[in-house]
C-alpha cells in the first residue's frame, strides 16, 4: 500500500479498437446502456432500454500536484503531512510490537483493488490495484502546504495532535519544524469560541474582499514557487456553524461575490476558500459538514466550470452505518430507530461542543439512510401513502427514528468512540437489537480519505467527455459527485438524487473508471459460473 508505483506507460493496456492510446492521454468510447421506466394508470410499469455513446477522454500527464489544506495545524492536517514525509522517505518507527513501517492503509485509491475480469487460463479473478486503472497521482509526490489559524510550527501541532506515535514524531520533527501554516481568515461567530485562544496566525484586518485576494494570492504564490502543474484545496479545518441563505446575499453567484465586496456578516471563512479556489481554477474540496457550498458558490463554481466535491468526510460511523441500513432495507428488514453516539477528546470534539458547530454535523450525519429508505416502498409507506391512508397531508414518508449525539471527553484525545443502535422489525412484528462498538484514532481515518480525495479530485480535472454527435469534448459537471465515497452528505449536481449507499458509491467510481478505459462494467453476474 505504499511505495509500489506504477510502471512507465501503465500497468493496464485494454485491446480494442474503441480505446486509443495516444501521446497525451487516453481516448475511449463507452456506451451507457440503462432504462426508462414509466409507471402507467393500471399500475404496470412499462421499461424502454436506453443507450447513449460517449468519448472520454484522459490527459495521461499528471505533472506536479500541489494539496493545500485549511486547518493544516490541526489533528488531520499534521497527520496527512506526516503520513506523506514517512512514505516519501521510508521512514519506519519502533513501537512495542516492533518495527512499523509507513504505509497508506485506509486509502481506497492506494490500497484496495478492482476486478478487471478473468484469467481466459485459469478462469480465476483478475484484480488489479485502483491507482493502476488510471494516471494517478502518488501521494509520495504531492507537494503539501496550506494555512492555519494557529501559527504552531508543524512539528508542534504534531506533538500537539497525539496521534502518532513517538519515535516516528521523533524522527519527522527535523522535516517539520520549519514548516509552519500560512496566516488564516478567521471569523469568530463561524467556529465555536472555545477555539479563540488557538487563533494567533491572522490575516489582518475585516475586510473579506481582501480576504480572498489574499488567499487567491496564496494559491498562485504556491503554485510559483513549488513549480507545481496544478493545485487541489481542501478544508479540513473546524467544522464551522452553518451560514444562513438569505436571497440577496448568498443565493446567486453574482450576490455572493458582492456580499464579499461589502463584508456581509454571513460570508464564512470556508466559502471565502471555496469562491478564492473557484477563481484561481483549482479543485475546493470540503472535508467538514458546514453548507461551504452555498447556492450562489455551487454557480460560481459552475460558470467557471471549476470543481467543487463535498461535505464532511465519511471515516467510521457514518460509513459503517450506510453499509448497514443498506443490508438491513435489502435484506428487507426494516429498521425502525438508529440511535448514534460518540464521544472524542480532540480539539474537533472541543470545537464540536458548541452547539451551532455541532447542529451542523448532527445535519450532515442524519440524510444518511435517506435514500435507501425512499427505495423501499415495501416496508416503508411514501408520504402518498401516508396521506391517501390518514386522510392528514404529509411531505414526508415513513423513515426510522434517527438521533445523533455527540460529546466531548478529553481524556480520549483523538480516539473517537462511536455506539449504534439498530432497531429493526422482523418477521411476524419480531424484534431485533444490533450494537456496534467503534473505537479508533479519528484522523487515521481521516488522512487517507484527504489523499484519495485529492488524488481522485487532480484526476477528474483531467478528464474529458463527449456525447456521440457533438464536435466538442467538455469537463465534467463543476460537483464532482463521483467522490461521494469519501463523503458523509455528498454535495451532487443540482436536481439530482444523492446516493448514500457505500456500495453503489463505490461501484459508481469502479465503473467511471473503467468507462474511462471503454470497458463494460462486468459486475456480479458471472454467467459463466451459472450455465453449462
Ligand atoms: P482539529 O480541530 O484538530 O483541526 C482543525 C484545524 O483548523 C485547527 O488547527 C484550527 O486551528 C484550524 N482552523 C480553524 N479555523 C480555521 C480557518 N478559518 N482557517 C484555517 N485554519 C482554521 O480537527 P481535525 O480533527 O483535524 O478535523 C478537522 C475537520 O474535519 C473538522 O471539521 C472535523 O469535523 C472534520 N472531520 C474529521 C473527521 C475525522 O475522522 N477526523 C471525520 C469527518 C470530518
Redesign the pocket.
Known amino acids: 500500500a505504499s511505495a509500489r508505483r506504477t510502471p512507465e506507460g501503465g500497468l493496464i493496456k485494454v485491446e480494442s479498437d474503441s480505446t486509443k492510446y495516444e501521446e497525451e492521454g487516453i481516448r475511449a468510447i463507452f456506451t451507457d446502456r440503462g432504462a426508462d421506466v414509466v409507471q402507467g394508470g393500471d399500475g404496470k410499469f412499462s421499461v424502454k432500454k436506453t443507450e447513449k455513446n460517449y468519448e472520454f477522454y484522459t490527459k495521461s500527464k499528471v505533472g506536479k500536484v500541489g494539496l493545500m489544506l485549511?486547518?493544516?495545524?490541526?489533528?488531520?492536517?499534521t497527520t496527512v503531512l506526516a503520513t506523506h514525509l514517512a512514505n516519501k522517505h521510508q521512514i519506519s518507527w519502533r513501537t512495542k510490537d516492533g518495527t512499523q513501517e509507513p504505509n497508506y492503509i485506509g486509502s481506497v485509491v492506494r490500497a484496495s483493488t478492482i476486478r478487471l475480469g478473468v484469467d481466459p487460463e485459469t478462469g480465476k479473478d483478475v484484480f488489479v490495484p485502483l491507482s493502476d486503472m488510471l494516471p494517478m497521482v502518488h501521494p509520495n509526490d504531492f507537494v503539501i502546504g496550506g494555512?492555519?489559524?494557529?501559527g504552531v510550527s508543524m512539528d508542534k501541532?504534531m506533538s500537539r495532535?497525539k496521534v502518532l506515535e513517538w519515535d516516528l514524531q521523533r524522527q519527522l520533527v527535523p522535516m517539520m519544524d520549519s514548516v509552519k501554516?500560512l496566516p488564516?481568515?478567521?471569523y469568530p461567530d463561524f467556529?465555536a469560541a472555545n477555539?479563540a485562544d488557538?487563533?494567533d496566525n491572522l490575516i489582518p484586518g475585516d475586510d473579506k474582499q481582501s480576504h480572498l485576494d489574499h488567499i487567491r494570492n496564496d494559491i498562485r504564490q504556491f503554485k510559483s514557487d513549488n513549480q507545481l502543474d496544478s493545485v487541489v484545496v481542501l478544508w479540513?479545518?473546524?467544522?464551522e456553524r452553518y451560514a444562513d441563505i438569505i436571497p440577496g446575499i448568498n443565493d446567486t453567484s453574482d450576490n455572493l461575490l458582492k456580499s464579499i465586496e461589502s463584508s456581509h456578516e454571513e460570508v464564512s471563512?470556508?466559502t471565502i476558500f471555496a469562491v478564492a479556489s473557484i477563481l484561481e481554477g483549482v479543485p475546493f474540496i470540503n472535508?467538514?459538514?458546514q453548507n461551504t457550498f452555498v447556492p450562489g458558490c455551487i454557480e460560481l463554481a459552475e460558470k467557471h466550470k471549476t470543481f467543487i466535491g463535498g461535505d464532511?468526510?465519511?471515516?467510521?460511523q457514518t460509513k459503517v452505518k450506510s453499509v448497514l441500513a443498506e443490508f438491513l432495507v435489502n435484506a428487507g428488514i426494516k429498521p425502525l430507530s438508529i440511535s448514534s453516539y460518540n464521544h472524542l477528546g480532540?480539539?474537533?470534539g472541543k470545537?464540536?461542543s458548541s452547539q451551532r458547530q455541532f447542529r451542523s454535523?448532527e445535519i450532515s450525519k442524519s440524510s444518511v439512510v435517506d435514500d435507501m429508505v425512499a427505495a423501499n416502498n415495501v416496508l416503508y409507506k411514501s408520504a402518498a401513502e401516508l396521506t391517501a391512508e390518514t386522510g392528514e397531508v404529509t411531505k414526508k414518508g415513513e423513515h426510522p427514528d434517527h438521533i445523533v449525539v455527540i460529546k466531548h471527553v478529553p481524556a480520549v484525545g483523538?480516539s473517537?468512540r462511536a455506539i449504534d443502535e439498530y432497531y429493526s422489525e422482523l418477521l411476524m412484528g419480531g424484534r431485533n437489537v444490533m450494537n456496534i462498538f467503534n473505537e479508533c484514532e479519528?484522523?487515521l481515518?481521516?488522512t487517507p480519505l484527504i489523499f484519495d480525495l485529492a488524488i481522485l479530485a487532480e484526476l477528474l480535472t483531467r478528464v474529458t467527455y463527449k456525447p456521440e454527435g457533438e464536435d466538442e469534448h467538455k469537463p465534467l459537471h463543476s460537483v464532482l459527485s463521483l467522490l461521494s465515497y469519501m463523503l458523509?452528505a455528498p454535495l451532487v449536481k443540482p436536481g439530482t438524487d444523492v446516493v448514500n449507499s457505500l456500495n453503489r458509491q463505490r461501484n459508481a467510481l469502479e465503473q467511471f473508471l473503467k468507462a474511462c478505459l471503454g470497458l463494460e462494467h462486468s459486475g456480479d453476474l458471472l454467467l459463466n459460473t451459472r450455465i453449462w
Open positions: 485549511v486547518g493544516l495545524g490541526g489533528n488531520n492536517g494555512w492555519d489559524i494557529s501541532a495532535a501554516p488564516s481568515i478567521y467556529i477555539q488557538r487563533a479540513t479545518a473546524n467544522t471563512p470556508s472535508g467538514s459538514p464532511d468526510f465519511k471515516s467510521g480532540n480539539n474537533d470545537n464540536l454535523k483523538d473517537k479519528d484522523s481515518l481521516a458523509k
